[in-house]
Protein backbone atom coordinates (compact mmCIF):
# COMPACT_ATOMS: atom_id res chain seq x y z
CA UNK A 1 0.00 0.00 0.00
CA UNK A 2 1.42 2.99 -1.03
CA UNK A 3 1.71 6.32 1.34
CA UNK A 4 -1.00 8.16 -0.20
CA UNK A 5 -3.85 4.74 0.20
CA UNK A 6 -2.58 4.28 3.61
CA UNK A 7 -3.45 8.46 4.17
CA UNK A 8 -7.02 7.37 2.84
CA UNK A 9 -7.83 4.45 4.81
CA UNK A 10 -6.70 5.91 7.83
CA UNK A 11 -9.03 9.34 7.47
CA UNK A 12 -11.92 7.76 6.13
CA UNK A 13 -11.30 5.00 9.11
CA UNK A 14 -11.83 7.84 11.49
CA UNK A 15 -14.59 9.22 9.45
CA UNK A 16 -16.92 6.15 9.65
CA UNK A 17 -15.92 5.46 13.35
CA UNK A 18 -16.82 8.67 14.92
CA UNK A 19 -19.47 8.33 17.17
CA UNK A 20 -20.98 11.17 17.56
CA UNK A 21 -21.05 14.63 15.79
CA UNK A 22 -18.33 16.05 17.89
CA UNK A 23 -16.04 12.88 17.36
CA UNK A 24 -16.88 13.53 13.19
CA UNK A 25 -15.61 17.40 13.36
CA UNK A 26 -12.78 16.10 14.94
CA UNK A 27 -11.86 13.85 12.64
CA UNK A 28 -12.72 16.39 9.62
CA UNK A 29 -10.39 18.89 11.38
CA UNK A 30 -7.75 16.62 11.46
CA UNK A 31 -8.06 15.73 8.05
CA UNK A 32 -8.94 18.75 6.20
CA UNK A 33 -8.47 21.74 8.41
CA UNK A 34 -5.58 24.26 8.28
CA UNK A 35 -3.25 21.84 9.76
CA UNK A 36 -4.90 19.13 9.08
CA UNK A 37 -3.17 15.96 7.54
CA UNK A 38 -4.48 16.25 4.21
CA UNK A 39 -4.34 20.05 3.79
CA UNK A 40 -0.48 19.42 4.94
CA UNK A 41 0.21 16.85 2.33
CA UNK A 42 -1.23 19.21 -0.11
CA UNK A 43 0.84 22.03 0.54
CA UNK A 44 4.19 19.62 0.34
CA UNK A 45 3.21 19.25 -3.37
CA UNK A 46 5.19 22.47 -4.06
CA UNK A 47 8.23 20.47 -3.11
CA UNK A 48 7.54 18.15 -6.53
CA UNK A 49 8.55 17.81 -9.96
CA UNK A 50 5.80 19.24 -12.27
CA UNK A 51 4.93 15.56 -13.57
CA UNK A 52 4.97 13.87 -10.35
CA UNK A 53 3.40 16.94 -8.96
CA UNK A 54 0.38 16.71 -11.16
CA UNK A 55 0.32 12.83 -10.55
CA UNK A 56 -0.22 13.31 -6.78
CA UNK A 57 -2.29 16.76 -6.66
CA UNK A 58 -5.15 14.58 -9.39
CA UNK A 59 -4.78 11.98 -6.81
CA UNK A 60 -4.98 14.08 -3.38
CA UNK A 61 -8.16 16.64 -5.13
CA UNK A 62 -10.04 12.69 -5.62
CA UNK A 63 -9.27 12.11 -1.89
CA UNK A 64 -10.30 15.50 -1.04
CA UNK A 65 -13.39 15.13 -2.80
CA UNK A 66 -14.04 11.47 -1.28
CA UNK A 67 -13.55 12.65 2.33
CA UNK A 68 -15.91 15.05 1.91
CA UNK A 69 -18.28 13.16 0.84
CA UNK A 70 -18.00 10.80 2.91
CA UNK A 71 -17.94 13.29 6.02
CA UNK A 72 -21.46 14.77 4.33
CA UNK A 73 -22.91 11.19 4.65
CA UNK A 74 -21.72 10.63 8.54
CA UNK A 75 -23.36 13.71 9.46
CA UNK A 76 -26.58 13.24 8.19
CA UNK A 77 -26.36 9.28 9.82
CA UNK A 78 -25.37 10.96 13.12
CA UNK A 79 -27.69 13.77 13.21
CA UNK A 80 -30.87 11.56 12.26
CA UNK A 81 -29.81 8.65 15.00
CA UNK A 82 -29.24 11.60 17.50
CA UNK A 83 -33.12 12.97 16.92
CA UNK A 84 -34.33 9.48 17.02
CA UNK A 85 -32.52 9.07 20.47
CA UNK A 86 -33.95 12.22 21.67
CA UNK A 87 -37.63 11.35 20.36
CA UNK A 88 -37.76 8.16 22.10
CA UNK A 89 -35.73 9.50 25.04
CA UNK A 90 -38.67 12.29 25.30
CA UNK A 91 -41.89 10.83 24.20
CA UNK A 92 -44.68 11.89 25.86
CA UNK A 93 -47.29 8.56 26.77
CA UNK A 94 -50.56 9.86 25.42
CA UNK A 95 -52.08 7.30 26.56
CA UNK A 96 -51.40 7.26 30.40
CA UNK A 97 -54.68 8.48 32.36
CA UNK A 98 -54.42 12.12 33.69
CA UNK A 99 -53.97 12.51 37.53
CA UNK A 100 -57.51 13.20 39.01
CA UNK A 101 -57.52 17.14 40.47
CA UNK A 102 -59.90 18.65 42.47
CA UNK A 103 -61.60 20.78 40.68
CA UNK A 104 -63.11 24.37 42.67
CA UNK A 105 -66.49 24.83 42.32
CA UNK A 106 -68.61 28.31 41.70
CA UNK A 107 -70.48 29.33 45.09
CA UNK A 108 -74.13 29.48 44.67
CA UNK A 109 -74.45 33.80 45.13
CA UNK A 110 -71.79 33.97 42.61
CA UNK A 111 -73.73 31.62 39.79
CA UNK A 112 -77.29 33.21 40.78
CA UNK A 113 -75.68 36.78 40.39
CA UNK A 114 -73.74 35.70 37.08
CA UNK A 115 -77.67 34.06 36.09
CA UNK A 116 -79.45 36.99 37.10
CA UNK A 117 -76.72 39.44 35.16
CA UNK A 118 -77.16 37.90 32.33
CA UNK A 119 -81.17 37.84 31.65
CA UNK A 120 -80.98 41.87 32.79
CA UNK A 121 -78.09 41.98 29.97
CA UNK A 122 -80.25 40.72 27.51
CA UNK A 123 -83.00 43.26 28.90
CA UNK A 124 -80.41 45.89 28.09
CA UNK A 125 -79.74 46.52 31.33
CA UNK A 126 -75.56 47.15 32.40
CA UNK A 127 -74.26 46.65 36.20
CA UNK A 128 -73.36 49.38 38.32
CA UNK A 129 -71.69 49.41 41.45
CA UNK A 130 -71.22 51.45 44.76
CA UNK A 131 -68.70 50.93 47.68
CA UNK A 132 -69.83 48.68 50.81
CA UNK A 133 -69.14 51.56 52.90
CA UNK A 134 -71.76 54.19 52.28
CA UNK A 135 -72.91 57.58 54.08
CA UNK A 136 -75.98 58.25 55.28
CA UNK A 137 -76.52 61.07 52.49
CA UNK A 138 -76.63 57.69 49.68
CA UNK A 139 -77.84 55.01 51.85
CA UNK A 140 -80.69 56.75 53.74
CA UNK A 141 -81.29 60.66 52.74
CA UNK A 142 -81.27 60.65 49.16
CA UNK A 143 -84.02 57.60 49.13
CA UNK A 144 -86.24 59.82 50.74
CA UNK A 145 -85.80 58.99 54.34
CA UNK A 146 -84.11 62.28 55.96
CA UNK A 147 -83.00 61.79 59.65
CA UNK A 148 -85.64 60.37 62.04
CA UNK A 149 -87.59 59.62 59.41
CA UNK A 150 -89.28 56.06 60.97
CA UNK A 151 -88.59 53.78 58.01
CA UNK A 152 -84.70 54.28 58.90
CA UNK A 153 -85.93 51.85 61.71
CA UNK A 154 -86.81 49.18 59.15
CA UNK A 155 -82.75 48.53 58.73
CA UNK A 156 -80.82 47.59 61.76
CA UNK A 157 -77.69 49.42 60.82
CA UNK A 158 -73.98 48.58 61.22
CA UNK A 159 -72.53 52.04 62.05
CA UNK A 160 -68.92 52.79 61.53
CA UNK A 161 -66.85 54.69 64.10
CA UNK A 162 -67.87 59.01 63.44
CA UNK A 163 -64.69 60.57 61.71
CA UNK A 164 -63.34 63.86 62.24
CA UNK A 165 -66.26 65.81 61.28
CA UNK A 166 -68.40 63.51 63.65
CA UNK A 167 -69.95 62.21 60.52
CA UNK A 168 -70.90 58.49 60.70
CA UNK A 169 -70.68 55.87 58.09
CA UNK A 170 -72.74 53.04 57.80
CA UNK A 171 -72.57 49.25 55.76
CA UNK A 172 -74.85 49.69 53.27
CA UNK A 173 -77.91 48.43 54.33
CA UNK A 174 -79.30 47.86 50.68
CA UNK A 175 -78.15 48.10 47.27
CA UNK A 176 -80.48 51.02 46.62
CA UNK A 177 -77.84 53.71 47.08
CA UNK A 178 -76.32 52.98 43.74
CA UNK A 179 -79.42 54.26 42.35
CA UNK A 180 -78.77 57.48 43.87
CA UNK A 181 -75.14 57.42 42.66
CA UNK A 182 -75.91 56.16 39.14
CA UNK A 183 -78.31 59.25 38.92
CA UNK A 184 -75.71 61.99 39.97
CA UNK A 185 -73.22 60.22 37.65
CA UNK A 186 -75.35 61.60 34.93
CA UNK A 187 -78.23 62.40 32.76
CA UNK A 188 -81.15 59.69 31.94
CA UNK A 189 -82.07 57.71 30.39
CA UNK A 190 -80.64 54.89 33.21
CA UNK A 191 -81.29 50.71 32.74
CA UNK A 192 -79.00 49.53 35.76
CA UNK A 193 -78.69 46.86 37.60
CA UNK A 194 -76.47 46.58 41.02
CA UNK A 195 -75.68 43.76 42.36
CA UNK A 196 -73.87 43.60 45.81
CA UNK A 197 -73.34 43.36 49.46
CA UNK A 198 -75.45 44.55 52.27
CA UNK A 199 -74.98 44.27 55.74
CA UNK A 200 -77.96 44.62 58.48
CA UNK A 201 -77.62 43.34 62.18
CA UNK A 202 -79.11 40.37 62.51
CA UNK A 203 -78.71 36.44 62.40
CA UNK A 204 -80.98 33.64 62.79
CA UNK A 205 -81.86 30.73 60.06
CA UNK A 206 -83.42 33.37 57.49
CA UNK A 207 -81.01 36.41 57.82
CA UNK A 208 -76.87 37.01 58.40
CA UNK A 209 -75.42 40.16 59.08
CA UNK A 210 -73.87 40.05 55.42
CA UNK A 211 -76.09 38.80 52.21
CA UNK A 212 -76.64 40.14 48.98
CA UNK A 213 -79.15 42.07 46.67
CA UNK A 214 -79.42 43.13 43.41
CA UNK A 215 -81.28 46.33 42.75
CA UNK A 216 -82.26 47.45 39.38
CA UNK A 217 -83.04 51.20 37.80
CA UNK A 218 -84.67 52.21 34.73
CA UNK A 219 -85.58 55.79 34.16
CA UNK A 220 -86.75 57.56 31.01
CA UNK A 221 -89.04 59.97 29.99
CA UNK A 222 -91.80 57.47 29.19
CA UNK A 223 -91.41 54.07 31.55
CA UNK A 224 -94.50 53.46 33.38
CA UNK A 225 -95.87 50.38 36.04
CA UNK A 226 -97.18 47.92 32.87
CA UNK A 227 -92.72 48.15 32.17
CA UNK A 228 -92.16 47.35 35.59
CA UNK A 229 -94.71 44.27 35.79
CA UNK A 230 -93.48 43.56 32.75
CA UNK A 231 -89.59 43.47 33.24
CA UNK A 232 -90.12 41.59 36.68
CA UNK A 233 -92.45 38.79 35.29
CA UNK A 234 -90.07 38.01 32.72
CA UNK A 235 -87.28 38.32 35.18
CA UNK A 236 -88.84 35.55 37.47
CA UNK A 237 -90.01 33.13 34.61
CA UNK A 238 -86.72 32.68 33.19
CA UNK A 239 -84.62 32.95 36.19
CA UNK A 240 -86.54 30.06 37.56
CA UNK A 241 -86.99 28.39 34.14
CA UNK A 242 -91.06 28.46 34.51
CA UNK A 243 -92.91 29.88 31.52
CA UNK A 244 -96.50 29.54 33.55
CA UNK A 245 -95.20 30.68 36.70
CA UNK A 246 -97.89 32.82 38.28
CA UNK A 247 -97.03 36.15 39.51
CA UNK A 248 -98.53 39.27 41.68
CA UNK A 249 -98.19 42.22 42.94
CA UNK A 250 -98.96 43.52 46.15
CA UNK A 251 -99.59 47.29 47.48
CA UNK A 252 -96.63 47.68 50.38
CA UNK A 253 -94.44 50.98 51.34
CA UNK A 254 -91.00 51.99 50.42
CA UNK A 255 -89.90 55.45 51.26
CA UNK A 256 -88.01 55.57 47.93
CA UNK A 257 -90.89 54.80 45.58
CA UNK A 258 -94.79 55.94 44.76
CA UNK A 259 -96.60 53.64 44.73
CA UNK A 260 -94.71 50.58 45.70
CA UNK A 261 -95.08 46.59 45.37
CA UNK A 262 -93.94 43.41 46.54
CA UNK A 263 -93.78 40.51 43.83
CA UNK A 264 -95.07 37.06 44.79
CA UNK A 265 -94.13 34.19 42.91
CA UNK A 266 -96.83 31.51 42.97
CA UNK A 267 -95.82 27.79 45.18
CA UNK A 268 -97.91 25.00 46.83
CA UNK A 269 -96.66 23.86 50.39
CA UNK A 270 -98.20 20.63 50.50
CA UNK A 271 -97.04 18.20 52.51
CA UNK A 272 -94.21 20.99 53.99
CA UNK A 273 -92.66 20.34 50.42
CA UNK A 274 -91.87 24.13 48.47
CA UNK A 275 -92.69 23.78 45.25
CA UNK A 276 -92.74 26.60 42.79
CA UNK A 277 -95.20 27.17 40.05
CA UNK A 278 -98.38 25.10 40.98
CA UNK A 279 -100.24 25.14 43.88
CA UNK A 280 -102.53 28.29 45.77
CA UNK A 281 -99.71 29.89 48.04
CA UNK A 282 -97.66 32.98 47.23
CA UNK A 283 -94.07 33.17 48.50
CA UNK A 284 -92.74 37.03 48.18
CA UNK A 285 -89.82 37.57 45.86
CA UNK A 286 -89.02 41.04 46.01
CA UNK A 287 -89.49 45.01 46.04
CA UNK A 288 -90.22 47.18 43.85
CA UNK A 289 -92.02 50.72 42.50
CA UNK A 290 -91.85 53.63 40.55
CA UNK A 291 -89.03 55.85 41.71
CA UNK A 292 -90.13 58.25 44.15
CA UNK A 293 -90.60 61.83 42.74
CA UNK A 294 -88.74 63.31 45.82
CA UNK A 295 -85.47 60.39 44.85
CA UNK A 296 -85.32 61.69 41.89
CA UNK A 297 -84.92 65.54 42.78
CA UNK A 298 -82.75 64.98 45.31
CA UNK A 299 -80.17 63.55 42.67
CA UNK A 300 -80.39 65.96 40.52
CA UNK A 301 -83.04 64.14 37.81
CA UNK A 302 -86.06 66.22 37.06
CA UNK A 303 -89.30 64.67 38.29
CA UNK A 304 -91.14 66.48 36.11
CA UNK A 305 -89.41 65.58 32.71
CA UNK A 306 -88.30 61.86 33.61
CA UNK A 307 -89.95 58.50 35.40
CA UNK A 308 -89.17 54.84 35.84
CA UNK A 309 -89.18 51.85 38.11
CA UNK A 310 -86.50 50.68 40.48
CA UNK A 311 -86.39 47.25 42.11
CA UNK A 312 -84.38 45.75 45.32
CA UNK A 313 -84.18 41.18 45.23
CA UNK A 314 -82.14 39.22 47.50
CA UNK A 315 -79.47 36.99 46.02
CA UNK A 316 -79.51 34.35 48.83
CA UNK A 317 -83.20 33.90 48.44
CA UNK A 318 -83.15 33.53 45.03
CA UNK A 319 -80.37 30.94 45.37
CA UNK A 320 -82.16 28.19 47.76
CA UNK A 321 -85.39 28.70 46.52
CA UNK A 322 -84.48 27.84 42.69
CA UNK A 323 -81.55 25.29 44.04
CA UNK A 324 -82.81 23.80 47.10
CA UNK A 325 -80.69 24.91 49.60
CA UNK A 326 -82.62 25.08 53.08
CA UNK A 327 -80.33 27.58 55.53
CA UNK A 328 -79.20 31.05 54.82
CA UNK A 329 -76.47 30.81 57.01
CA UNK A 330 -74.41 27.55 55.32
CA UNK A 331 -73.49 30.20 52.47
CA UNK A 332 -71.19 31.46 54.56
CA UNK A 333 -70.02 28.93 56.53
CA UNK A 334 -67.05 28.30 54.35
CA UNK A 335 -67.64 24.37 54.39
CA UNK A 336 -65.78 22.50 51.45
CA UNK A 337 -68.34 19.75 51.79
CA UNK A 338 -71.61 22.13 51.29
CA UNK A 339 -69.83 24.07 48.43
CA UNK A 340 -68.88 20.42 46.49
CA UNK A 341 -72.97 19.86 47.07
CA UNK A 342 -74.23 23.07 46.31
CA UNK A 343 -71.37 24.59 44.33
CA UNK A 344 -71.48 24.73 40.31
CA UNK A 345 -68.88 23.32 37.73
CA UNK A 346 -67.02 26.24 36.13
CA UNK A 347 -68.09 25.98 32.78
CA UNK A 348 -71.66 26.02 34.17
CA UNK A 349 -71.90 29.49 34.91
CA UNK A 350 -73.28 31.60 32.28
CA UNK A 351 -71.40 34.79 31.08
CA UNK A 352 -72.44 37.95 29.51
CA UNK A 353 -71.79 36.49 26.31
CA UNK A 354 -73.01 33.15 26.89
CA UNK A 355 -76.22 33.87 28.23
CA UNK A 356 -78.42 31.31 30.00
CA UNK A 357 -78.13 28.86 27.18
CA UNK A 358 -75.79 25.85 28.72
N1 LIG B 1 -84.05 48.44 49.35
C1 LIG B 1 -85.15 47.59 49.71
C2 LIG B 1 -84.76 46.70 50.86
O1 LIG B 1 -83.63 46.43 51.03
C3 LIG B 1 -85.55 46.73 48.54
C4 LIG B 1 -86.20 47.55 47.48
C5 LIG B 1 -87.55 47.75 47.46
C6 LIG B 1 -85.44 48.15 46.52
C7 LIG B 1 -88.18 48.51 46.49
C8 LIG B 1 -86.03 48.92 45.52
C9 LIG B 1 -87.42 49.07 45.52
O2 LIG B 1 -85.34 49.50 44.55
O3 LIG B 1 -88.00 49.80 44.55
O4 LIG B 1 -85.61 46.25 51.58
Given amino acids: MDEVEALRAELLSAVSGASDLAALEDARVNALGRKGRLTERMKSLGALELEARKAMGARLNVLRD ?25 RIDITLPVRPEREGRIHPISQVIEELVAIFADMGFTVAEGPDIEDDFH ?49 PPYRVIAPGRTYR ?17 AIDSSTHM ?32 EPSAEMDIGCSRKGGELKLGQGGDWLEILGCGMVHPKVLELAGVDPTRYQGFAFGLGVERCAMLKYGIPDLRTF ?27
Avoid at 66 to 75: G, I, Q, S, T
Avoid at 150 to 175: C, I, S, W
Avoid at 332 to 354: C, I, K, M, N, V
Fill in 139 to 187: NFTALNMPPDHPARQMHDTFYLPPDANGERKVLRTHTSPVQVRTMEAGP
Fill in 66 to 90: ELNEALAARKTALSSAELEARLASE
Fill in 226 to 257: GHLKGCLIDLVRTFFELDDLPTRFRPSFFPFT
Fill in 201 to 217: VDYDMTHTPMFHQIEGL
Fill in 332 to 358: FEADLRWLRHYGFAALDTPSLATGLSR
